[in-house]
């Protein structure tokens, strides 16, 4: 069963950092390209953030390209998001998801909330 | 950067019915990379259609997908209570980031 768990999100002040994780299991991971999506009540689903299978390629949504970095650790199954300089437009839940054909599987979703 | 506008943004209709869902693109996008989510109260998005009409695994055949160049629909026949969700369509190509969203349907099963 493909599983994708994310954790590390919070409440951070306005300026502040925060670094997501997603344990992925279940399946070959280094095969697999993987991205972040975040959705908030306004804005809806909004894709922020890809890489490929190897790392070697990586693309930002301009909302977030210059402040989030994206990255993944294959031997350990994981992907990670670092936020930097968090304002309050990027309070959301952020989702970890799967990349084949389309965005076939989905985390629960870790929720970080910027506020002072 | 394509924008997905989708309609009606609020749907009711009652069991055993059919919906008929559509998204309209800004500007003509390739049937392989059209996409339908399904996103029930507390959950996260889960795939029905990709490719414009293939189902994902495990989606019942009450659910299809068609549509070209910048008209797509979503058709869910034989309404179940459990149909009611919010629909999203999706660019998700070619090149990775040209991945856009619509603004979802809201199916309501009354």
């Known amino acids: 069963e493909v599983l994708l768990v994310e954790s590390g999100g919070s409440l951070v002040q306005p300026g502040g950092s925060l670094r997501l994780s997603c344990a992925a299991s279940g399946f070959i991971f280094r095969s697999y390209n993987m991205n972040w999506v975040r959705q908030t009540p306004g804005k809806g689903l909004e894709w922020i953030a890809y890489i490929s299978s190897s790392g070697g390629a990586i693309h930002y949504a301009d909302s977030v390209k210059g402040r989030f970095t994206i990255s993944r650790d294959n031997p350990n199954n994981s992907v990670y998001l670092q936020m930097n300089s968090l304002r309050p437009e990027d309070t959301a839940l952020y989702y970890c998801?799967?990349?084949?054909?389309?965005?076939?599987?989905w985390g629960q979703g870790t929720r970080v909330t910027v506020s002072s | 950067e394509t924008v997905l506008t989708q309609s009606p943004d609020t749907l009711s209709l009652a069991p055993g019915e059919r919906a008929t869902l559509s998204c309209k693109a800004s500007?003509?996008?390739?049937?392989?990379?059209l996409a339908w989510y399904q996103q029930r109260p507390g959950q996260a998005p889960r795939l029905l259609i990709y490719?414009?009409?293939t189902r994902a695994t495990g989606i019942s055949d009450r659910f299809s997908g068609s549509g070209s160049g910048i008209d797509f629909t979503l058709t869910i026949t034989r309404l179940e209570p459990e149909d009611s969700a919010v629909y999203y369509c999706q660019q998700f190509g070619p090149s990775p980031g040209m991945y856009f969203f619509g603004q979802g349907t809201k199916l309501e099963i009354k």
């Open positions: 500007q003509s996008v390739s049937s392989s990379y």
């Open positions: 998801v799967r990349y084949y054909a389309s965005f076939d599987y």
């Open positions: 490719g414009t009409s």
